[in-house]
């Protein structure tokens, strides 16, 4: 029986370093705090939001044969996250980023994708062995590996999301075949469509040609603290985010596509889809780090009501 939300996609350890300000111009700065390390990446954040919104999660990814593959799995593990297709690599490190934090914010970041860059269309094969009932997947994918995704989910019938995070000027979406939902944050909207999304009007055309680009049943424009716009090729809909104070995005987009994927599967409606979504990332926003910012079903559905 279908019923795990499959997520394919990086799974990384974060170092985080607390400094005064981001160096530039051959400069060293010195961190007076501890640094930390906490698991990260895009696919890891996105399968613990499924998991936390209490659907079945099972994350597609690859890490290194060392120590900081394996304590990122166990934080997956912890987080109920269905790690039987974790790939340990025999070759390349676990991914890894180097975070600079200052009094403000990000200051800046250096990051090595590892493992994490080596999912093949064979790993995403043997993926489908867990019997997904929705798959979702980001543009930093290998490009074979994203069409045989695609193409897999069409022949088993299921809903392909793509995150457009990695998005690139001239990326090929024509080739991705499907019943496929694109969720992307304004940066991205811009870059796939050229167009710049601060009207209504521009919401609309960029959806338009979202949907000229590939075959899509939905296009969810991520629009920061103005919501999300949706529409699916003759209705479109603004839909408000709750507007909670933002103080630390790191996982806020991925938090976004998990919620999206657990509360669709549950109505197969977008903009229930979408509202739950906006709750999720909201929260999400508000409060500081990775996982740890990350909300239970519980949390979203009372900022709901």
Request: aromatic share 8%; charged share 20%.
């Given at each position: 029986m279908r019923n795990t939300v499959?997520?394919?996609g990086p799974a990384t350890m974060d170092v985080l370093?607390?400094?005064?300000?981001a160096p530039n111009g051959g400069r060293t700065v010195f961190s007076k705090d501890r640094y930390s390390f906490t698991p990260g990446g895009n696919g890891a954040y996105t399968a613990v939001a499924v998991s936390r919104s209490d659907s079945s999660s099972t994350?597609?990814?690859?890490?290194?044969?060392?120590?900081?593959?394996?304590?990122?799995?166990r934080h997956l593990i912890d987080d109920n996250v269905n790690t039987n297709y974790i790939i340990k690599d025999p070759v390349n490190q676990t991914g890894l980023s180097v975070y600079l934090i200052e009094e403000y914010g990000l200051g800046g970041s250096a990051n090595f994708k590892g493992a994490s860059a080596k999912i093949s269309s064979a790993n995403v094969e043997k993926a489908f062995d867990c019997m997904p009932l929705i798959v979702n997947t980001n543009l930093e994918l290998d490009g074979e590996a994203l069409r045989c995704t695609a193409a897999l989910c069409e022949d088993s019938?299921?809903?392909?999301?793509?995150?457009?995070?990695?998005?690139?000027?001239?990326?090929?979406?024509?080739?991705?075949?499907?019943?496929?939902?694109?969720i992307a944050g304004e940066k991205e909207i811009e870059v796939l469509t050229?167009?710049?999304?601060?009207?209504?009007?521009?919401?609309?055309?960029?959806?338009?040609?979202?949907?000229?680009?590939?075959?899509?049943?939905?296009?969810?424009?991520?629009?920061?603290r103005r919501g999300a716009y949706i529409y699916d090729g003759k209705y479109c809909e603004l839909l408000m985010s709750p507007g909670l104070q933002s103080v630390d995005?790191?996982?806020?987009?991925?938090?976004?596509?998990?919620?999206?994927?657990?509360?669709f599967i549950r109505t197969?409606?977008?903009?229930?889809?979408?509202?739950?979504a906006l709750a999720a990332s909201s929260i999400c926003a508000?409060?500081?780090?990775?996982?740890?910012?990350?909300?239970?079903?519980?949390?979203?559905?009372?900022?709901?009501?």
């Open positions: 499959l997520t394919i370093l607390n400094v005064p300000y994350l597609l990814t690859r890490v290194g044969e060392d120590e900081q593959g394996s304590r990122v799995v019938g299921l809903p392909f999301i793509l995150d457009a995070t990695g998005a690139y000027e001239n990326t090929r979406l024509s080739s991705l075949v499907g019943d496929n939902v694109i050229g167009i710049r999304p601060d009207s209504t009007e521009n919401y609309l055309r960029a959806c338009i040609n979202l949907f000229d680009k590939m075959p899509l049943r939905f296009a969810v424009l991520k629009l920061g995005t790191t996982a806020e987009h991925q938090c976004f596509v998990g919620a999206f994927c657990s509360e197969y409606e977008v903009d229930k889809a979408t509202k739950y508000s409060k500081v780090g990775g996982f740890a910012s990350i909300p239970t079903r519980t949390e979203i559905e009372n900022i709901l009501n």
